[in-house]
């Protein structure tokens, strides 16, 4: 199963890309996670990659298609992968046509999970990450909590810069531009599924197995 997973940045595909990766047994390949990864680690494309994204915009083609080559084709791949956070754009998707095309692989489809983008600020934006562990939760999960529950640093919550909201609407915005063309050019090859993402976890990821099976 090779599965594109698409959505607005906070519409949680993240989150059920994980849950169809332990499902069906295949890598969930986050191009987000290898960037952080690379700014973390301060390498060459990490310096280059932070400074873009902290600006709210888009990481070069180039550099993304070279990333996601190098990972389609290691081992763990050969029987399927969950894509997630590319394509963003339709010039990233013809390339990946044609590695797919060079890989003899015909069986990608890409899954739409939408919502409504007030819904997705005020999520976003109710987020905070710890600054040690780097793992998110959502205010409520840490009300009057002042360390973290995954590595009980203190004082470690912090709003990450991709989550204020002044860069969330920018980012919708670049979603809006650069990536919906890509959900047109995957329709048009009759390869997209569309799912409601407004509702708590278990409930989209059972509408997304349904509509897998069909
Ligand atoms: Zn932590």
Partial sequence: MRLLLF???GVGKGTQAKLLSIKFNIPHIS???????????????????????????????EVMIGIIRDRLI??????????????????????????L???NINDLKLINIYADEEEIVKRLNNRRACKECGKIFTLSEIQDKDECPNCHS???????????????????????KNTEPVLTYYEKKGKVISVNGFGDIEDVNKKLLNALSK
């Fill in 101 to 103: 095309d060079e890989m």
């Fill in 31 to 61: 191009t987000g996670d290898i960037l952080r990864e690379a700014v973390k680690n301060q390498t060459e494309l990490g310096k280059k990659a932070e400074e873009i994204m902290n600006r709210g915009d888009l990481v070069p083609d």
């Fill in 7 to 9: 959505g607005a940045p």
């Fill in 154 to 176: 203190r004082t470690s919550f912090y709003l990450r810069d991709d989550d204020k909201e002044e860069v969330i609407r920018k980012r919708l915005e670049v979603f809006r």
């Fill in 74 to 99: 290691k081992s763990d791949c050969q029987n399927g992968f969950i894509l997630d956070g590319f394509p963003r754009t339709t010039k990233q998707a013809i390339a990946l046509d044609k590695l």
